[in-house]
């Protein structure tokens, strides 16, 4: 069964940053453009960030400057860096190939409060 695995997430003060990491056991990340997403509190989803096969990254307008999208695909894993975090990043982030519309791991929890 496919597998992907969202870390990385907690509690931070506003100002502050996280490292969120995807994995699989089933999924061979650098043949897919992969996409992190999040879910706030009463919001929906959105595609916060992602990053082609060929390393093409976008990023949505909340977040330009202050998140980064990498991949190594050695390791079979994507990363979203979150610098300078604000409150309204609160959420649930998600990490899947953009392709995959009808899959959602657990996902991984971010908080950002003082």
């Known amino acids: 069964q496919v597998q992907i695995v969202e870390s990385g997430g907690g509690l931070v003060q506003p100002g502050g940053s996280l490292r969120l990491s995807c994995t699989s056991n089933?999924?061979?990340?650098?043949?897919?453009?992969m996409g992190w997403y999040r879910q706030g509190p009463g919001k929906q989803r959105e595609l916060v960030a992602s990053?082609?096969?060929?390393?093409?990254?976008n990023y949505a307008d909340s977040v330009k400057g202050r998140f980064t999208i990498s991949r190594d695909n050695a390791k079979n894993t994507v990363y979203l860096q979150m610098n300078n975090l604000e409150p309204e990043d609160t959420a649930v982030y998600y990490c899947?190939?953009?392709?995959?519309?009808?899959?959602w791991g657990q996902g991984t929890q971010v908080t950002v409060s003082s």
């Open positions: 089933g999924v061979t990340f650098r043949l897919f453009t």
């Open positions: 899947k190939p953009t392709t995959y519309t009808n899959y």
């Open positions: 990053i082609s096969d060929s390393e093409i990254k």
